[in-house]
């Protein structure tokens, strides 16, 4: 099991949006880390055949998706970044409604639905309407959808913006347990939501792969650069203004800054252990407001 994307370039009139990007996946969870605008969905939207790269091709198991475009969707599962629904639907008419979409047998449909209802913590609620659902029992209803075909590649799409912490630790567990023998890219620019799940990190930047790696091998690449020192009120903006701060937290005696420099920023800063969200911050600084 293979995905390669190949030297996808894709453009908007003078913008463009993904440069030459190439990578190789194999079983396991990905996680697609980057800003707004990174390129996260249209690169989606590329491999799942919503929209055409301008070059560059997307393979799967050594066949273009495109020319196998029936044999590669009867394998693909995907959760979009604005997930539809039709609200006066109940959770287990819509699969019903969605499985019949996809060409599933219809006695089979209904065990697979009733399952999935199950999995994703739906079963009590599946005869009540959608639009009663709460956010995330609504991205849970997203994810069976996807799940119907039970897809070899598993692809989500920013799925755990707008959740509360509660549910987004449920939806993370849930996509863990979906992870045996799939592919599952998971994009995000919330870092915790990758942090503990995925095998692997790909960092998109302004339509190009950056790094990739486990979030321990990543991290190493900033070791020494990250300092917390314990300054007044008054040097904060200076510091603000001359350095990228990852957190800032109050304190009786002052303020706790967490920087990141190559170089010591204050006298009595101190090197900390960087974690996978300083990571973010060192290369997104640019398009993130501290």
Same mark, same amino acid.
């Given at each position: 099991?293979?995905?390669?994307?190949?030297?996808?370039?894709?453009?908007?009139?003078?913008?463009?949006?993904?440069?030459?990007?190439?990578?190789?996946?194999?079983?396991?969870?990905?996680?697609?880390?980057?800003?707004?605008?990174?390129?996260?969905?249209?690169?989606?939207?590329?491999?799942?055949?919503?929209?055409?790269?301008?070059?560059?091709?997307?393979? &799967?198991? %050594?066949?273009?998706?495109?020319?196998?475009?029936?044999?590669?969707?009867?394998?693909?599962?995907?959760?979009?970044?604005?997930?539809?629904?039709?609200?006066?639907?109940?959770?287990?008419?819509?699969?019903?409604?969605?499985?019949?979409?996809?060409?599933?047998?219809?006695?089979?449909?209904?065990? @697979?639905?009733?399952?999935?209802?199950?999995?994703?913590?739906? %079963?009590?609620?599946?005869?009540?309407?959608?639009?009663?659902?709460?956010?995330?029992?609504?991205?849970?209803?997203?994810?069976?959808?996807?799940?119907?075909?039970?897809?070899?590649?598993?692809?989500?799409?920013?799925?755990?913006?707008?959740?509360?912490?509660?549910?987004?630790?449920?939806?993370?567990?849930?996509?863990?347990?979906?992870?045996?023998? @799939?592919?599952?890219?998971?994009?995000?620019?919330?870092?915790? %939501?990758?942090? &503990?799940?995925? %095998?692997?990190?790909?960092?998109?930047?302004?339509?190009?792969?950056?790094?990739?790696?486990?979030?321990?091998?990543?991290? @190493?690449?900033?070791?020494?650069?990250?300092?917390?020192?314990?300054?007044?009120?008054?040097?904060?903006?200076?510091?603000?203004?001359?350095?990228?701060?990852?957190?800032?937290?109050?304190?009786?005696?002052?303020?706790?800054?967490?920087?990141?420099?190559?170089?010591?920023?204050?006298?009595?800063?101190?090197?900390?252990?960087?974690?996978?969200?300083?990571?973010?911050? &060192?290369?997104?600084?640019?398009?993130?407001?501290?």
């Amino acid at each position: 099991m293979k995905l390669e994307v190949r030297n996808i370039k894709k453009s908007y009139e003078q913008t463009t949006v993904l440069d030459n990007l190439s990578f190789t996946l194999e079983p396991g969870i990905y996680g697609l880390l980057g800003a707004n605008g990174a390129g996260k969905s249209t690169l989606f939207k590329i491999i799942c055949g919503i929209i055409k790269a301008n070059e560059g091709s997307i393979n &799967y198991n %050594d066949q273009n998706v495109i020319e196998s475009s029936e044999n590669f969707c009867s394998v693909l599962g995907f959760l979009p970044q604005e997930f539809r629904y039709y609200p006066e639907f109940t959770a287990l008419k819509f699969l019903l409604y969605i499985s019949a979409l996809k060409g599933l047998d219809r006695k089979f449909a209904k065990i @697979k639905c009733l399952e999935l209802l199950t999995t994703v913590g739906l %079963d009590d609620v599946k005869d009540k309407k959608i639009k009663k659902y709460s956010g995330g029992m609504k991205q849970r209803l997203g994810i069976a959808q996807a799940m119907l075909n039970n897809p070899e590649v598993l692809i989500l799409d920013e799925p755990t913006v707008g959740l509360d912490p509660k549910e987004r630790v449920k939806f993370r567990n849930l996509i863990s347990s979906f992870s045996e023998k @799939k592919i599952v890219i998971l994009s995000t620019h919330i870092v915790s %939501d990758v942090e &503990y799940i995925a %095998d692997e990190i790909l960092i998109l930047k302004q339509g190009k792969l950056e790094d990739r790696g486990s979030s321990i091998e990543l991290v @190493k690449e900033i070791n020494g650069q990250v300092w917390e020192c314990v300054v007044q009120q008054n040097l904060v903006p200076e510091l603000i203004e001359k350095y990228t701060i990852s957190n800032q937290k109050h304190e009786e005696n002052g303020i706790v800054l967490r920087i990141i420099s190559k170089k010591q920023p204050t006298e009595t800063a101190v090197q900390v252990p960087p974690t996978l969200e300083d990571l973010y911050l &060192y290369y997104f600084r640019e398009e993130v407001s501290i």
